[in-house]
């Protein structure tokens, strides 16, 4: 009997084969595709949930007053956020303002001792307490929370500044604003222009 070689079969063997090898390069795509796109949206997520926690992390501002009759003022503020409280000694703060085309900067951390800042009940200079409680500096912002802070004028950092410029009296005299901001730990801050329009300890500068 004679053989004979089936072309027919021949082909549909080879475009089986050929079919076979197009579904697992497919598979292989599809695989690498899906894994990325995992990667992708795993990180779309942690970016949202970091830049939320960010937008909501604020400093309100409720008020302000003339504190003494020389460079002081009160502040009132509300901290608010998603995200983790945040150490007192990590919140930046900058008093300034512009005369005559020079500008006057005090600045320092909310945990700082300003040598005007009232006496605490644990006997140290207080900066910050919160608002309704004992005058005792905190260890951290706690989110919903509202806090007197103390701004002393001068120039200078911290408990080591001097003079009088960009406080109440000072902006007073002079007829300009100070500005006073608030730096968060981690990124941003939030100012508030102070005015003084009555020279009188308890007026409001905000």
Wanted: net charge negative; aromatic share 10%; proline share 2%.
């Amino acid at each position: 009997m004679e053989n004979k070689n089936d072309t027919l079969a021949q082909v549909g063997i080879g475009a089986m084969i050929v079919f076979i090898g197009i579904i697992i390069a497919v598979s292989s795509s599809m695989y690498v595709m899906i894994n990325q796109l995992e990667r992708i949206s795993q990180g779309a997520e942690s970016t949202i949930s970091v830049a939320t926690n960010e937008a909501h992390t604020q400093v309100i501002f409720v008020g302000g007053w003339v504190d003494d009759a020389f460079d002081d003022y009160l502040l009132m503020f509300e901290y608010q956020s998603l995200g983790k409280n945040v150490q007192t000694d990590e919140v930046a703060w900058v008093l300034w303002c512009e005369f005559n085309d020079q500008i006057s900067r005090r600045m320092g951390y909310l945990g700082d001792q300003v040598g005007s800042a009232p006496v605490g009940t644990n006997g140290e200079r207080t900066t910050i307490w919160e608002v309704g409680g004992e005058i005792l500096r905190p260890d951290e912002l706690i989110s919903g929370k509202r806090y007197f802070v103390i701004a002393d004028g001068g120039t200078g950092s911290g408990n080591t500044g001097g003079g009088t410029a960009c406080g109440p009296q000072w902006i007073f005299d002079r007829g300009v604003t100070a500005y006073y901001s608030i730096y968060l730990p981690g990124g941003g801050h939030t100012t508030q222009e102070l005015r003084v329009n009555v020279f009188e300890v308890g007026e409001s500068v905000t």
